[in-house]
Nanobody
Framework: QVQLVESGGGLVQPGGSLRLSCTAS????????MGWYRQAPGNERDLVAV???????KYADSVNGRFTISRDNAKNTVYLQMNSLKPEDTAVYYC????????????????WGQGTQVTVSS
């Protein structure tokens, strides 16, 4: 019921910057948080950053101070500004959205984008 489309990945040199975008469509009114996760080969899919409905944010320690997550509610889009990129940031980055529904009790649905490749290499 929620579709997520990511863009903005690519190849960048160490120390460079990229901005990822994720646009949501469908049942977007009930989304209460959106975030970015990443997965490198042989690793688990790990949280990078998340932003909730009141614009509070959380970051993984490995990216704190270098990455910034933001939302543009008018465009139904979440961004991840990535600065001072390191080779260890290389991964597939996935957009995530959580949607809540109350049907006598709380139900939470998790949605994922298709992923966008970020490669940091000299």
């Amino acid at each position: 019921q929620v579709q997520l489309v990511e863009s903005g990945g690519g190849l960048v040199q160490p120390g460079g910057s990229l901005r990822l975008s994720c646009t949501a469509s469908g049942s977007i009114d009930d989304i209460y948080s959106m975030g970015w996760y990443r997965q490198a080969p042989g690793n688990e899919r790990d949280l990078v950053a998340v932003i909730d409905s009141d614009s509070s944010t959380k970051y993984a320690d490995s990216v704190n101070g270098r990455f910034t997550i933001s939302r543009d509610n008018a465009k139904n889009t979440v961004y991840l500004q990535m600065n001072s990129l390191k080779p260890e940031d290389t991964a597939v980055y996935y957009c995530n959205a959580k949607r809540g529904e109350y049907i006598g009790y709380e139900v939470i649905y998790d949605y994922w984008g298709q992923g966008t490749q970020v490669t940091v290499s000299s």
